[in-house]
């Protein structure tokens, strides 16, 4: 089955620095990566998502990109602010409604 | 829109007793819901995916006589949790696929479970 794991599992960076976080899967049918960010006893909220037929798609402050032939994807932040601070989740998934398989989670903390 | 929401948002029960958890699609038709189970500082693990009008899939390890999940229709998606025990408290999220997109996945605010 599918394995994702995740890199690093905490990240502290400066208020206005960039925030990096790196996935990989091992599941070549993947072919849909949503990113969550999950606040201290709340749910997760979904940030962006990439499909396997696109490389890369931003949204403001967030980019994700895919490189389908390493099997890895990865979440950019910039100008991060402390309200950035959270948990983030990656998670592959086969599409068409099947399930998501997530990652263990980075703990991104931003240091006013 | 996509709102999941989720009921109770904690509980807290006896060693033994039986605990429901509601799960509902507020503004669009899941035919899919999947339940998660979440322990502090770790990641969501899927316990099985429910299906509108068929049985739920559960994953590897998971107990489908003691977690009883029940998808009667295409908004509400319940997670029973039978004779429950200490170990099983946890926070436990549902997800709802919006039927009208094949790949998004939409969840609800947890609930808390405590077992005494």
């Known amino acids: 089955g599918e394995n994702v794991e995740q890199h690093p599992s905490t990240l502290s960076v400066q208020e206005g620095d960039s925030a990096v976080i790196k996935c990989t899967y091992s599941?070549?049918?993947?072919?849909?990566f949503p990113w969550y960010k999950q606040e201290l006893g709340k749910r997760p909220q979904l940030i962006i998502d990439i499909r396997s037929n696109v490389g890369e798609k931003k949204d403001q402050r967030i980019a994700v990109t895919l490189n389908k032939t390493a099997k890895h994807f990865s979440l950019h932040i910039t100008e991060t602010q402390p309200e950035d601070s959270a948990v983030y989740f990656c998670a592959a998934s086969r599409g068409a409604g099947q399930n998501f398989v997530f990652g263990p989670g980075t703990r991104l903390s931003v240091l006013p | 829109g996509a709102v999941v929401s989720q009921h109770p948002s904690w509980v807290i029960c006896k060693s033994g007793t039986s605990v429901k958890i509601e799960c509902r699609s507020l503004d669009f038709q899941a035919t899919t819901m999947f339940w998660y189970r979440q322990f502090p500082k770790q990641s969501l693990m899927l316990m099985a995916t429910s299906n509108e009008g068929s049985k739920a899939t559960y994953e590897q390890g998971v107990e489908k006589d003691k977690f009883l999940i029940n998808h009667a229709s295409l908004t509400l998606s319940t997670l029973t949790v039978t004779s429950a025990h200490p170990e099983d408290s946890s926070f436990y999220i549902c997800?709802?696929?919006?039927?009208?997109?094949?790949?998004?996945?939409?969840f609800g605010p947890g609930t808390r479970l405590t077992v005494l």
């Open positions: 997800s709802a696929r919006d039927s009208r997109s094949t790949d998004t996945q939409y």
């Open positions: 599941d070549s049918a993947s072919n849909y």
